[in-house]
């Protein structure tokens, strides 16, 4: 898993006076503040509680209060929202990209280089794939060490195998072949295989951290009880099947929706609870209708992460079935809570999960038996408590806090900044 284990307890150390510059076309919370992956924030404010002066530069206008979250961290935003509206038209999709490509290098150059008349940074960092090219040329053109951050990698699922892929998905290429000359390359390990992609990038597997995200165990240590959880968020329904997720066309939250007439034949008093948000809201509503399955079925949009425990707790089963990996923190996070859990066997899923031992691990074939693997599940609370069981003990075994993962981090760019200072 590359990672230590939960037990292995990690203190703070004084890094001393380091500036670190961070460029993204991400925001630090993806869905509005608190709601989405907490990988950025807690990225930024890890460097940030370790006493380093960090600085942000961010292709995105503030959403709402979403501003600095630690007083070390300095925000600098910009945006172009009529450019990503075009990004969303299929016919222009293409060429609009490139546009907004070449637009974020261009100002988060400019902002970078203002900003240095009065920062010295030590590191240069760049996170994503918008973030990485200028970061090279920033570190290049400063002799300031580099790190490269990736959260995983959708390029096999959406061009990997097809004519020109890799024209198709130029912008991804690109990064990662620009990673190749950068100091450190992490690489989250999300099940979606990114190494092997950086290794057929060419990059260096010295510079390559294949690391799992952290996880925040005290939210999970004193959860609500399954009645009062249920109850707390009006829940009726005598079993509840979970999806959490960015509802978008590769979480593929269509398969849950589609099983749930079947099920409901034998199990009437079943309530699919979907918690996220996407481009793909109103066409899974209008499949819940057509299905006749409304009722049965409640969209809780985009939650703040803090509270994804109450719905663990409130859930029988949980259900995640995307189509290239569904090792996100959902499924992790199901995991720490305990919870019985179904899913599809791709990427490196299996790493996690074992068929019959702590979750139910289906192959694309048997994708059509969902409604059948559900009721089966729903009808057997023995099973379900021992597959719950086991994967909480996985989970202890091998997953590591939020803590432990960014305090391996600095410390591997802590020693950079050394070995420049010595050198100089």
């Known amino acids: 898993m590359n990672g230590p284990m939960r037990k292995n307890k990690s203190t703070k150390s004084n890094s001393g006076k380091r500036s670190i510059l961070f460029i993204s076309a991400l925001d630090f919370w993806s869905l509005g503040k608190g709601k989405g992956g907490p990988a950025l924030y807690k990225t930024l404010t890890g460097y940030a509680q370790r006493g380093w002066e960090v600085y942000f530069i961010t292709g995105n206008r503030a959403n709402g209060d979403n501003e600095a979250p630690h007083p070390n961290i300095q925000v600098i935003r910009f945006d172009a929202p009529w450019l990503k509206r075009l990004m969303k038209i299929r016919k222009v999709g293409f060429f609009t990209r490139a546009v907004w490509w070449l637009y974020f290098q261009v100002v988060a150059f400019l902002k970078a280089i203002k900003l240095h008349r009065t920062v010295k940074f030590d590191v240069v960092y760049g996170y994503e794939i918008y973030g990485t090219p200028v970061a090279k040329v920033l570190s290049k053109l400063w002799s300031t060490p580099m790190v490269a951050r990736f959260q995983g990698s959708i390029v096999q699922l959406l061009w990997k195998g097809k004519p020109f892929w890799r024209i198709r998905a130029w912008e991804h290429v690109l990064a990662f072949k620009t990673s190749r000359f950068s100091d450190i390359v992490i690489m989250t390990n999300d099940g979606s295989q990114g190494d092997q992609l950086l290794s057929q990038m060419n990059v260096d597997a010295r510079k390559i951290r294949f690391w799992m995200n952290g996880v925040d165990w005290s939210l999970f240590e004193e959860m609500l009880g399954y009645s009062d959880a249920k109850k707390k968020l009006n829940i009726n329904a005598k079993n509840v099947l979970l999806v959490i997720s960015r509802l978008v066309s590769i979480k593929r939250v269509d398969r849950s929706i589609q099983a749930l007439p079947e099920v409901l034949k034998e199990f009437p008093d079943v309530l699919l609870l979907i918690v996220g948000d996407g481009n793909e809201r109103e066409r ?84 059509p038996n969902l409604p059948t693997i559900i009721k089966n599940l729903l009808s057997d609370r023995g099973l379900r408590e021992r597959l719950g069981g086991n994967a909480r003990k996985f989970a202890e075994e091998h997953f590591w806090s939020w803590e432990e993962r960014i305090e391996a981090e600095i410390r591997e760019v802590r020693m950079l900044v050394e070995k420049r200072r010595e050198r100089e």
């Open 284 to 367: 899974l509503e209008k499949l819940a209708e057509e299905l006749g399955v409304s009722d049965n079925v409640r969209f809780e949009g985009a939650v703040p992460h803090k509270d994804v425990p109450l719905y663990l707790a409130a859930a029988d089963v949980f259900l995640s079935f995307y189509d290239w990996s569904n090792v996100g923190n959902p499924l992790l996070e199901a995991m720490m809570a305990g919870k019985s859990i179904i899913t599809l066997n791709n990427g490196d899923t299996g790493q996690f999960i074992t068929n019959g031992v702590n979750g139910i691990l289906l192959e694309y074939e048997d994708v």
